[in-house]
């Protein structure tokens, strides 16, 4: 199967989510999904994972598939944990680009990592609300992508 499925010319992207801070990353998803509802030509299949770590793999083992035309991996990666998270934040953005770059699959992340998160109502208020911004930003430039490779591909 290829990312195009040529009896419905429907394009498959898959998004997958890091279940860490799931009320606020679940804002990603929804907006994602509305933004890309509006096309009959995208289908869009959901995917979780525990952590922001673990999406690079997932994602490259769905590229390898064929099966998606685009993947894009959403979490938010916080400095409340033990270990420095800019370091796991550096970690998946590169996995993410390599995944890009060896299977020539687009793979757009939606890893936010906030410099100061706090575990209060107006910073997970304020992180619920940018999330929908960037899904739907996401979703945006996921079609603007693959409308430019369809181009280059033509």
């Known amino acids: ?26 804002r990603c998803k929804e907006s994602f999904q509305k933004e890309m ?3 009959s030509d995208i289908n869009v299949e959901c995917f979780e994972v525990a952590g922001a770590f673990e999406i690079p793999l997932h994602a490259k083992l ?11 991996g959403a979490g938010l990666v ?3 944990g ?30 936010l990592t906030p410099h100061n998160f ?7 208020s304020f992180f619920r609300e940018h999330f929908v911004v960037k899904g739907a930003e996401a979703a945006s430039a996921c079609i603007s992508t693959l409308a430019s490779l369809a181009k280059l591909k033509a």
Request: aromatic content about 8%; proline content about 1%; overall charge negative.
């Open 1 to 26: 199967m290829t990312s195009t499925d040529t009896t419905s010319s429907k394009q498959t992207v898959a998004f997958i989510q890091a279940c860490w801070h799931r009320d606020i990353v679940d």
């Open 37 to 39: 509802s509006s096309r």
């Open 62 to 72: 769905l590229a390898q598939t064929g099966k998606y035309a685009a993947i894009v």
């Open 78 to 80: 916080t400095n409340s």
């Open 82 to 111: 033990i270990y420095r998270h800019e370091y796991v934040a550096q970690a998946v953005v590169s996995g993410l680009m390599q995944v890009q770059l060896e299977t020539t699959t687009p793979v757009f992340s939606v890893v």
């Open 118 to 124: 706090h575990n209060s109502e107006e910073h997970i």
